[in-house]
């Protein structure tokens, strides 16, 4: 067992999280540090301290930047003829703003009126979400909710929502894994690594690693898309994130990606631990697991593209510099990945 001091002494965790380690005898998974820290109701980020989403927030979102992506999510959304369409995850709610306005327009001539559902559970978002979309969106605690009022048939829609899930991270050593727990010292916060247990299912444990290797599993996200997708009988799952195969994502990037974001400032390594509660973090969505997990829920994958491609052909001379940040090839246009799936 390797252990690592964390902060200084100024930098010592809050209080909040003492009984925490306490129940978890002092040996708190990271994956459950990351929930308490984004989900808790009374300390967690998304609960109570974030601000607003865009240039003044934390970070800043796609839909926050430009309105190409709602153009070719309306586009997708037209062609699927479904009439319910349920976004999970909207954040300061952009994107469904700006899609409640380009898809139902086209659907009224057919005397067919779409219905969009938001799922956020959490109350203080929610708040904040009814301010702005009003009576345009049926809001929903969670996704079988949403699916029950849509009677089971929608296109379900997310943008930089599976990168918001709690993560498992392991490190390879030679033999076998090892699985990041965390302890609470004198000194702050330590990280700590135990031979790992039981793996997740993910396809990283099948790349050749070399030793030292660390790699981030949303295994979160796989529990949390089995709990909902037995209420979905048809439609397409439309997934936008950013990430990549498990060898794009940790190429010459041997320490991971789970990093963290305060007020646009990118933050990484013992500082993870400074602002429990109070910033956000993240890891780089593997597409791959995505993709396998879908296919054991009978969902079939039907496209996995850039952010460029699924964009491309609403590109014009015109465009503006958002939209062509948006789109850079060797930007986010690359970064970020769009991953339609269907029910089979």
């Given at each position: ?222 529990r949390w898309l ?106 986010a246009g690359t ?10």
């Amino acid at each position: 067992m390797i252990a690592t001091p964390m902060p200084e002494p100024e930098s010592r965790p809050a209080a909040w999280l003492k009984s925490h380690f306490e129940a978890a005898g002092n040996r708190l998974s990271f994956e459950r540090f990351m929930e308490l820290c984004l989900y808790d109701p009374d300390h967690g980020y998304y609960s109570r301290h974030i601000q607003t989403v865009g240039a003044d927030g934390d970070f800043a979102t796609t839909p926050t930047l430009s309105p190409l992506l709602a153009e070719a999510l309306a586009h997708s959304i037209r062609n699927s003829g479904l009439r319910d369409v349920i976004e999970v995850g909207p954040g300061n709610g952009a994107l469904a703003n700006a899609l409640v306005s380009r898809i139902r327009t086209p659907f009224l001539t057919l005397r067919k009126k779409v219905r969009y559902h938001v799922v956020e559970p959490s109350p203080r978002l929610q708040s904040l979400l009814k301010k702005s979309l009003g009576r345009t969106t049926t809001f929903h605690p969670d996704v079988k909710t949403a699916l029950r009022a849509a009677g089971g048939t929608a296109f379900i829609l997310s943008n930089e929502l599976v990168d918001a899930f709690p993560v498992r991270i392991f490190q390879k050593s030679d033999p076998g894994w090892r699985e990041l727990v965390l302890s609470l010292e004198k000194e702050g916060i330590m990280e700590r690594w135990n031979p790992a247990g039981q793996l997740p299912d993910s396809t990283l444990f099948e790349e050749p690693w070399e030793p030292g290797q660390r790699v981030e599993i949303h295994a979160s996200y796989h529990r949390w898309l089995q709990e909902w997708v037995s209420e979905w009988r048809e439609g397409r799952l439309l997934t936008v994130d950013y990430g990549g195969s498990s060898r794009d994502i940790y190429h010459r990037n041997p320490s991971g990606t789970i990093r963290g974001y305060f007020q646009h400032e990118r933050i990484t390594g013992r500082d993870l631990y400074r602002l429990a509660g109070r910033q956000d973090l993240t890891a780089d969505v593997n597409f791959d697991d995505l993709i396998r997990w879908g296919e054991e829920c009978q969902l079939q994958t039907t496209a996995f593209v850039t952010q460029e491609e699924y964009c491309r052909s609403l590109l014009q001379p015109s465009c503006s510099p958002e939209d062509n940040f948006l789109t850079d090839p060797h930007g986010a246009g690359t970064a970020f990945k769009v991953l339609e799936q269907i029910r089979l």
